[in-house]
């Protein structure tokens, strides 16, 4: 039976990854047509709404556990989703318009440096032998991943696209700090829903904007399958399914275990590049991109005790306050 619950925890984990790898391949596809502010705000706000549907079929205190929220945690909360989601959405969309979905899967591989780079600064966390091992291992994947874009001679444009996706990805990385200082205390799938809601939120004045001044040179050219399928499987794979199981794997199995699976998301990323997009892929990539998942692999296993102790300590002082309150 505990054999069965962690193959299912593992297939939830790889079915979230497989949702984000593909999430790469159809923003790339939608930043080619639509313009980035109007993919984010749509992506959240109907994203947002998704969620908190299935909260509310579900049973759960999605509005009783907003009224309960403290100062300190809308101030985590909007840190987590402004700088921590909506901004890297516009970046990673904006991005990889500009530069190729292979390359763009594997930069986004760089938001657990950039999470392990904040825990360090933030958290006062230490960086063991074999975490600085396996970023270096990550940083030179990712090295080798780029040396064929830059060779390519696609200019300034991939380059700049790079750049953005890179600066997304670092936007991602810091959203872990007040995600996880959340999750303490607030529902994982309440968290997502106002996550969401809230980044669609921040967007709203720069949508609007957008729409009152640029309205004739904001890009808008989707086409019918874009439209029609593109954009909603982006909506409902990236910001539904993939934020569910994903939830739903740390549930049955241990979260070191979870981010050792998301590792995989350049592998899904890439394999969707090539079916849907049609992109070539060298060799030089493909050893760079398993030396990237290598080193994403061992600085996620390394992370064993400090998330399960966290989990540990939050029991303890709920049993504390529960013998308090008797």
């Known amino acids: 039976m505990r054999a069965t619950t962690h193959l299912r925890g593992i297939g939830y984990a790889l079915a979230s990854s497989l949702m984000f790898g593909l999430g790469v391949v159809l923003a790339s596809m939608l930043g080619r047509e639509i313009d980035a502010v109007i993919v984010g705000f749509l992506s959240l706000f109907t994203g947002g709404l998704l969620v908190a549907l299935f909260l509310l079929l579900t049973g759960k205190p999605l509005f009783s556990s907003v009224l309960i929220l403290k100062r300190r945690d809308w101030l985590a909360l909007f840190l987590l989703a402004c700088p921590g989601t909506a901004l890297p959405l516009l970046l990673i969309v904006a991005g990889l318009a500009r530069t190729s979905a292979l390359v763009g899967g594997f930069l986004l591989q760089l938001n657990g440096v950039a999470a392990l ?26 090295v080798l991943v780029l040396l064929k874009s830059a060779q390519g ?36 799938l309440v968290l997502t829903a106002l996550r969401l809601l809230l ?8 949508f609007i904007f957008q729409l009152l001044a640029n309205w004739h040179t904001l890009l808008w050219h ?4 874009t439209l029609l399928w593109v954009f909603p499987c982006y909506i409902v794979t990236n910001f539904c399914l993939g934020y569910l199981s994903q939830q739903e794997g740390f549930r049955l199995i241990k979260a070191w275990e979870v981010a050792a699976l998301t590792q995989t998301v350049p592998l899904f990323s890439t394999l969707f590049a090539i079916l849907l997009l049609r992109n070539n892929i060298t060799l030089l990539q493909i050893a760079g991109g398993l030396v990237a998942v290598l080193g994403g692999i061992v600085v996620s296993l390394n992370g064993e005790a400090p998330v399960s102790a966290a989990p540990s300590v939050a029991s303890d002082n709920a049993e504390q306050r529960t013998e308090a309150s008797r």
Not at 156 to 161: E, F, Q, R
């Open 199 to 206: 980044g669609a939120c921040t967007l709203l004045p720069v």
């Open 222 to 225: 989707p086409s019918p399958t």
């Open 153 to 188: 001679g696609s200019g300034t444009s991939s380059l700049l696209g790079d750049g953005m996706v890179l600066a997304g990805a670092i936007g991602i990385g810091f959203s872990f700090i007040p995600a996880k200082r959340l999750s303490a205390h607030v529902d994982t």
């Open 117 to 142: 780079l904040f825990a360090v600064l933030l958290l006062g966390e230490r960086i063991r032998l074999k975490q600085g091992l396996g970023t270096l291992l990550l940083l030179a994947g990712s």
